[in-house]
């Protein structure tokens, strides 16, 4: 990594920071006290995509931020990805957090990201309608586990005849959560069993303690501009190429 792209990042780091103490602040009544001083920031966010995930204390809070993020910072440094709620907390319009920071960072950009769940067409439609952007798979999950970028895992590896494997693994694991209830395309609920079978048959280490570890620091890193799958995921986010 060259210097000025190290500093971008770190620069990027900082305002982002700068985003979740917002929150933190706003949330624990001294957002009046601190507004003079918000206000002065505001000048440095360019873009900001508001993405499910909390600020308050569940384990894996800020996960789909920080996935997001380690996708676009190289083409998009000036896009800032924060986790702010659940879908509905996104999608509902009364939001007083979201209200705020329309308010004050005014001069930005805003764009809210929701997962596709399990919403139906006219759902999708209505979300698009009020602005929101919608994942057009069910969760992330569902990209970072895409057979594509399990192939280029094995090849990364140094594993390519490995591939088969992996991808029969991944079907397997599956049809166990088919199995077990779940919806068809829910590839979050077979995620433990991919990432776990991922890690044995390639024989993976330091490559994350748990899943989420694994999908933000191994997967995330190969999604590069190049593949279809980064154009997917960048439609969803940002429209029309």
């Known amino acids: 990594m060259n210097q000025n792209l190290f500093l971008q990042n770190l620069r990027k780091q900082y305002y982002q920071e700068i985003l979740h103490l917002i929150l933190e602040l706003f949330l624990t009544y001294l957002w009046n006290e601190w507004l003079s001083i918000i206000e002065n920031y505001q000048e440095c966010f360019y873009t900001i995509v508001f993405c499910e995930g909390t600020q308050q204390g569940r384990k894996n809070k800020k ?7 380690k996708i676009f910072q190289k083409e998009m440094p000036d896009v800032s990805f924060v986790s702010i709620g659940s879908c509905f907390e ?3 319009s009364s939001n007083v957090s979201m209200r705020i920071i329309n308010e004050v960072l005014n001069t930005s950009k805003k764009i809210k990201l929701v997962d596709r769940d399990d919403k139906s067409d006219k759902q999708v439609e209505e979300c698009k309608n009020i602005g929101i952007h ?9 990209y970072l586990f895409d057979n594509e970028l399990i192939k280029k895992l094995c090849y990364e590896k140094g594993k390519p005849e490995k591939e088969i494997e992996c991808l029969e693994m991944k079907n397997q694991a599956m049809q166990n959560s088919i199995s077990r209830g779940n919806p068809i395309d829910d590839v979050k609920s077979a995620s433990g069993e991919i990432y776990t079978g991922l890690k044995k048959i390639l024989q993976l280490t330091q ?7 694994f999908l933000r620091d191994t997967m995330a890193p ?3 501009s190049d593949m279809p799958l980064y154009g997917q995921i960048k439609q969803c986010i940002f429209g029309e190429l």
Request: proline share 0%; aromatic share 6%.
């Open 63 to 69: 996960f789909d931020q920080e996935v997001y993020s």
């Open 90 to 92: 996104l999608e509902d």
């Open 134 to 142: 919608v994942l057009k798979r069910r969760h992330l999950e569902c």
């Open 207 to 213: 490559c994350g303690n748990d899943t989420h570890s």
């Open 222 to 224: 190969l999604l590069t």
